[in-house]
């Protein structure tokens, strides 16, 4: 009797066991602050890079985002439709770009009004495959005024992509304002420290030192990809339950 009793409520738990996820594939489009790096970078880190580490196994983050692109070079060298060819319903797409877009002076320049079509695409294409598209601002450069005010340097731009996420109902997690805050916490010279400035002899693959305020040392591109998955949370989207808990405390 005591055995057939354990069976019944063995029976009745596995009833309310909820199934297991479906698993999905985050894909990240973008441009080198996001992008993975070669060895010889190094300590230059995209954000991306540290961001998949914080999902469980239901989720594969696949980083797609390349050094020096924008929203119209991405297309243009076939970068986006293998993403499209694989999307399947219930992935996502974070769309990051606007640093190679903004510059008139490079190959890879958009207009204003090509920067919004483009966006306009990324969003359309990946919502005919059903999946989740998710609009990002471009993230911050260090830069600060005399007074030590951190400078918006994706002005235009970054209001372009806040438009068409308001247009077309597209989750936004503005990136280009949170890190500026977060460089203004740090201050003109302790913000060095989330960028890929290196003194002399520090690391062999910059022996005379290097100084970049627009790529990320790992400190820094973990500091942003923690702000894009505080966002995630923020959003209610579906990914955020796939964000790995922290142990409960005894």
Same mark, same amino acid.
């Given at each position: /009797?005591?055995? #057939?009793?354990?069976? *019944? $409520?063995? $029976?009745?738990? /596995?009833?309310?066991?909820?199934?297991?996820?479906?698993?999905?594939?985050?894909?990240? *489009?973008?441009?080198?602050? +996001?992008?993975?790096?070669?060895?010889?970078?190094?300590?230059?880190?995209?954000?991306? +890079?540290?961001?998949?580490?914080?999902?469980?196994?239901?989720?594969?983050? @696949?980083?797609?985002?390349?050094? &020096?692109?924008?929203?119209?070079?991405? +297309?243009?060298?076939?970068?986006?439709?293998?993403?499209?060819?694989?999307?399947?319903?219930?992935?996502?797409?974070?769309?990051?770009?606007?640093?190679?877009?903004?510059?008139?002076? #490079?190959?890879?320049?958009?207009?204003?009004?090509?920067?919004?079509?483009?966006?306009?695409?990324?969003?359309? @294409?990946?919502?005919?495959? #059903?999946? *989740?598209?998710?609009?990002?601002?471009?993230?911050?450069?260090?830069?600060?005024?005399?007074?030590?005010?951190?400078?918006?340097?994706?002005?235009?731009?970054?209001?372009?992509?806040?438009? $068409?996420?308001?247009?077309?109902?597209?989750?936004?997690?503005?990136? @280009?304002?949170?890190? /500026?805050?977060?460089?203004?916490?740090?201050?003109?010279?302790?913000?060095?420290?989330?960028?890929?400035?290196?003194?002399? &002899?520090?690391?062999?693959?910059?022996?005379?030192?290097? %100084?970049? @305020?627009?790529?990320?040392?790992?400190?820094?591109?973990?500091? +942003? %990809?923690?702000?894009?998955? %505080?966002?995630?949370? #923020?959003?209610?989207?579906?990914?955020?339950?796939?964000?790995?808990?922290?142990?409960?405390?005894?």
């Amino acid at each position: /009797m005591k055995n #057939k009793l354990s069976l *019944i $409520v063995l $029976v009745a738990l /596995m009833a309310f066991t909820l199934p297991p996820q479906k698993h999905i594939t985050v894909y990240l *489009i973008g441009d080198s602050t +996001m992008a993975n790096k070669e060895v010889k970078a190094y300590p230059e880190t995209g954000w991306g +890079m540290p961001f998949y580490v914080f999902f469980d196994s239901s989720v594969t983050v @696949d980083n797609r985002a390349k050094n &020096g692109r924008s929203t119209g070079s991405f +297309m243009k060298e076939g970068l986006w439709q293998p993403v499209v060819n694989n999307l399947q319903p219930g992935d996502y797409v974070l769309i990051q770009f606007g640093h190679n877009d903004e510059v008139p002076t #490079k190959k890879t320049y958009t207009t204003p009004e090509q920067f919004k079509n483009n966006l306009i695409q990324y969003v359309t @294409d990946s919502r005919n495959k #059903k999946a *989740i598209p998710v609009l990002i601002t471009p993230v911050a450069r260090r830069k600060f005024d005399s007074s030590g005010h951190i400078a918006d340097t994706h002005e235009q731009y970054a209001a372009i992509v806040r438009s $068409v996420a308001q247009q077309y109902k597209v989750p936004l997690i503005d990136l @280009d304002t949170e890190s /500026m805050a977060l460089l203004q916490q740090y201050g003109p010279e302790n913000s060095k420290w989330l960028f890929n400035y290196l003194t002399p &002899g520090e690391h062999p693959n910059y022996p005379e030192g290097h %100084a970049d @305020d627009t790529h990320f040392s790992e400190l820094g591109a973990r500091k +942003m %990809a923690e702000i894009v998955l %505080a966002d995630i949370r #923020k959003l209610n989207l579906d990914l955020a339950d796939r964000i790995v808990k922290p142990p409960v405390k005894k």
